[in-house]
T-cell receptor
Framework: GQQLNQSPQSMFIQEGEDVSMNCTSS?????WLWYKQDPGEGPVLLIA?????ELTSNGRLTAQFGITRKDSFLNISASIPSDVGIYFC????????????FGTGTQLKVEL | DGGITQSPKYLFRKEGQNVTLSCEQN?????MYWYRQDPGQGLRLIYY???????QKGDIAEGYSVSREKKESFPLTVTSAQKNPTAFYLC????????????FGQGTRLTVV
């Protein structure tokens, strides 16, 4: 099936630092979603993007829908310990029947 | 409260047995999905349904079956044909056409003993 390449695979950062992660695909997507998953729980939706070039914020989180429609970026500013978790990108292919395809995840660890 | 509920949270199964995982939503969503997650990996799509009485195979449907007799419910059966069933199973739903944000349940951890 379709794969989304997400990087980095893991990050170990200091509290207060900014974080960036991205997701790329060989196919064009018409929707990008970013989720956060805590251990043993279901993913929680953070941000949804629907238009190429769109830049959307949710508190300290900012995500962008790449202009080529083949990538997306998530930034977290001034990280705090509760930002720890796994972040997933997800995309919906143009003509893909609303089927979500997920990236492999970025594990974020925050050092006090 | 509106939401999506999976049960049970933990499930143990003997080899060779079928087991059914429950997923119920009261969000009036048309589309529902089942994903499998293995340790340290992303989510892989098992089955999805865009409307009642209709469903399609995802990327890893072998050894699984589903039904969609009601809009609110999308149960997943893990059959004995599934060679490696131990995993974390996640159910999600979305409005379907147009709005496509998907919301997840809390997951069911299935362990084969």
């Amino acid at each position: 099936g379709q794969q989304l390449n997400q990087s980095p695979q893991s990050m170990f950062i200091q509290e207060g630092e900014d974080v960036s992660m991205n997701c790329t695909s060989s196919s064009i997507f018409n929707t990008w979603l970013w989720y956060k998953q805590d251990p043993g729980e279901g993913p929680v939706l953070l941000i949804a993007l629907y238009k190429a070039g769109e830049l959307t914020s949710n508190g300290r989180l900012t995500a962008q829908f790449g202009i080529t429609r083949k990538d997306s970026f998530l930034n977290i500013s001034a990280s705090i310990p509760s930002d720890v978790g796994i972040y997933f990108c997800a995309g919906i292919l143009t003509g893909g029947g609303n089927k979500l395809t997920f990236g492999t995840g970025t594990q974020l660890k925050v050092e006090l | 409260d509106g939401g999506i509920t999976q049960s049970p949270k933990y499930l143990f199964r003997k080899e060779g047995q079928n087991v059914t995982l429950s997923c119920e939503q009261n969000l009036n969503h048309d589309a529902m999905y089942w994903y499998r997650q293995d340790p340290g990996q992303g989510l892989r799509l098992i089955y999805y349904s865009q409307i009642v009485n209709d469903f399609q195979k995802g990327d890893i449907a072998e050894g699984y079956s589903v039904s969609r007799e009601k809009k609110e419910s999308f149960p997943l059966t893990v059959t004995s044909a599934q060679k490696n069933p131990t995993a974390f199973y996640l159910c999600a739903s979305s409005k379907g056409q147009g709005m496509t944000e998907a919301f997840f349940g809390q997951g069911t951890r299935l362990t084969v003993v």
